[in-house]
């Protein structure tokens, strides 16, 4: 199938905002999702957004969805070093029994 | 109290082996999956499963096999080994169109 696109990697100074963004490819999925991994560890969901609201804010957390352009972005307030993984995006893949198609993750390196 | 536990969590084995991951969840969920991780973090499809229907990924190669003893387990058994197939696997589970839920993966090394 097609590929879900995100810029591989992000680096910002502790304090600063970060953003990160995604392209998804399929238009009728239901809901996005971004997904953060830490080193060695699985996948621990951050947040999701169904497919008719164009925002959706969660503490440092703010999610924009704009369905014309199929454009996904996650905006994280005042980054900590402790927010340094590797994020992910997600849609929801048609016929598929509710499986989930990955971007290939961005990594984000906090510096103090 | 995991709600989705994956075992082992590393494993080593030659080529030409046959091995079985193990995936358990406690979330009454109704559909499970299996994920590949491939080196650069890459993560694929390989299987969907509910009580109802299997979808494959049609990349998946048939020496992959998922077997689910009953709801709440999908185990991935794996025939003769490749190089190929190192990676990390993820078990995940869901509720409808719920996010879903990943296990911490098992590392599994082929040599």
């Known amino acids: 199938g097609e590929d879900v696109e995100q810029s591989l990697f992000l680096s910002v100074r502790e304090g600063d905002s970060s953003v990160i963004n995604c392209t998804y490819t399929?238009?009728?999925?239901?809901?996005l999702y971004w997904y953060k991994q830490e080193p060695g560890a699985g996948l621990q969901l951050l947040t999701y957004?169904?497919?008719?609201?164009d925002m959706k804010q969660d503490q440092r957390l703010t999610v924009l969805l704009n369905k014309k352009d199929k454009h996904l972005s996650l905006r994280i307030a005042d980054t900590q070093t402790g927010d340094s993984a590797i994020y992910f995006c997600?849609?929801?893949?048609?016929?598929?029994?509710?499986?989930?198609?990955f971007g290939k993750g961005t990594s984000l390196l906090v510096t103090p | 109290d995991t709600a989705v536990s994956q075992t082992p969590k590393y494993l080593v084995t030659q080529m030409g082996n046959d091995k079985s991951i193990k995936c358990e969840q406690n979330?009454?969920?109704?559909?499970m999956y299996w994920y590949k991780q491939d080196s650069k973090k890459f993560l694929k499809i390989m299987f969907s499963?509910?009580?109802?229907?299997?979808?494959i990924n049609e990349t998946v190669p048939n020496r992959f096999s998922p077997k689910s003893p009953d709801k709440a387990h999908l185990n991935l058994h794996i025939n003769s080994l490749e190089l190929g197939d190192s990676a990390v696997y993820f078990c995940a589970s869901s509720q409808g169109n719920s996010p879903l839920h990943f296990g911490n993966g098992t590392r599994l090394t082929v040599t």
């Open positions: 399929d238009s009728s999925s239901t809901y």
């Open positions: 997600a849609e929801s893949i048609s016929n598929s029994g509710y499986a989930l198609n």
């Open positions: 979330l009454g969920h109704d559909t």
């Open positions: 957004i169904f497919s008719n609201m």
């Open positions: 499963y509910n009580n109802k229907e299997l979808i």
